[in-house]
């Protein structure tokens, strides 16, 4: 029984090996675009929301 090691680098030749170009494309837009939201939106109940997604995904941020 070989044991293997589960690291970034196989994660990340995994996903190459799995994932279209569209499917990682369509990842990078969505990531991108939530990133933006989280960073710029300032309208009080909007960022109050992201606020608590940011924490509910485990994301600290103070």
Not at 4 to 31: K, S, Y
């Amino acid at each position: 029984m070989a044991a293997t090691t589960d690291t970034v680098h196989g994660r990340i030749e995994g996903v190459r090996i799995e994932l279209t170009p569209t499917q990682l494309a369509v990842g990078l837009a969505l990531v991108a675009a939530l990133g933006f939201a989280l960073l710029f939106v300032q309208e009080p109940m909007l960022h109050d929301s992201m606020h608590n997604f940011r924490h509910a995904a485990g994301i600290t941020c103070h």
